[in-house]
């Protein structure tokens, strides 16, 4: 008699998550940052559901001035959700509720803060000018703000990975440390977004947050573990700008820039580009290719990662 092997699928339940998965799979984090330009935080204490978000919004703004926000949403305006690291209450009253908006405007990184009565407060503020960095709509505080991705039911990822970070930060830098709804890319977790800096990290754990908010407060980045720059023109350029700073040594906020990139190679499962970069006073010619896929792995958050790579094929200074 021929007995034939079967394979017993694993359940779901058994299976790591897929920041765990994209960790096996030597998935880094380079090159991945969501684009944003601007912020505009609203204090929301929890629980939140998958998309509160966007039930916030809809009570807060009309529907002309939600039409306006999608607009410059596009253009790197991210509203996002922010409450106090703990324990998360049901009942959310909404009375004197704090605000911060900010960004990196033509004079500069900045934000500033005021506090709301009712979401419908928000119907009146001038989102433009908060895009723009104009400002004017609060009042003047110093940042950074660190805001830890802790939004569970979009990814349990972010809360089984991210609480931790936000708990351990709020300890080190009381008043400065919130947990923060999604930001994208939960195969990274634990996420630190570093504001107006503009900064996004991914794959930390207390200590590495700890030292990415060390070197904020100094007025640096810190380049390992960093998604990308949020407000770079896309990820080539935020690769780019963290291979130069590991090759260089530079730290400070604006210290490395790509300025363009043009395609060297296209195929099926890979693709290349030349990025030229300010770094200083000198100027740097970066090629760098990316694989389509790195491996796949089954995850019981999605049902296959499969993390893409950077390499950096080459570095030269041009000037």
């Known amino acids: 008699m021929t007995v034939e092997a079967t394979e017993t699928p694993v359940p779901a ?20 940052a969501a684009f944003m330009t601007s912020w505009l935080l609203i204090e929301y204490p929890g629980p939140w559901p998958s ?6 919004l809809a009570s807060a703004f009309s529907d002309s001035q939600r039409a306006v926000l999608e607009d410059l949403r596009t253009a790197g305006l991210r509203p996002l959700l922010i409450r106090q690291p703990g324990k998360h209450v049901r009942d959310v009253e909404l009375h004197g509720r704090r605000i911060f908006v900010g960004g990196d405007g033509p004079d500069g990184r900045w934000m500033e803060s005021f506090t709301i009565d009712s979401l419908s407060d928000l119907d009146s503020l001038d989102l433009r000018a908060i895009a723009s960095g104009r400002g004017g709509v609060g009042t003047p505080m110093s940042g950074p703000m660190f805001l830890v991705c802790t939004h569970g039911t979009k990814d349990m990822c972010c809360a089984l990975l991210g609480r931790p970070l936000a708990a351990s930060l709020s300890g080190i830098h009381p008043g400065r440390a919130w947990e923060v709804s999604h930001v994208g890319g939960d ?30 407060m100094a007025g640096e980045v810190e380049p390992e573990h960093l998604r990308g720059r949020t407000g770079a023109t896309n990820q080539w350029h935020q690769y780019a700008e963290i291979a130069l700073r590991r090759h260089t040594g530079l730290r400070g906020l604006d210290d490395v820039q790509a300025l363009s ?5 296209t195929g099926l499962e890979s693709e290349a580009r030349l990025v030229h970069l300010r770094a200083g006073t000198a100027a740097f010619d970066l090629v760098i290719s990316r694989r389509t896929t790195i491996g796949q792995g089954p995850s019981r ?6 993390p893409s790579g950077y390499i950096t094929e080459s570095i030269t200074q041009v000037s």
Do not use: F, I, K
């Open 51 to 56: 998309d509160a978000l966007e039930q916030v």
């Open 261 to 265: 990139d043009t395609v060297v190679t």
């Open 13 to 32: 339940g058994a299976l790591p998550g897929c920041a765990v998965v994209a960790r096996m799979l030597g998935g880094s984090p380079a090159g991945t």
């Open 301 to 306: 958050c999605n049902a296959l990662v499969a």
């Open 187 to 216: 195969r990274w977790a634990g996420n630190l977004l570093v504001v107006p800096d503009g900064y996004l990290h991914g794959q930390l754990d207390p200590a590495e947050a700890a030292n990415v908010a060390a070197a904020a």
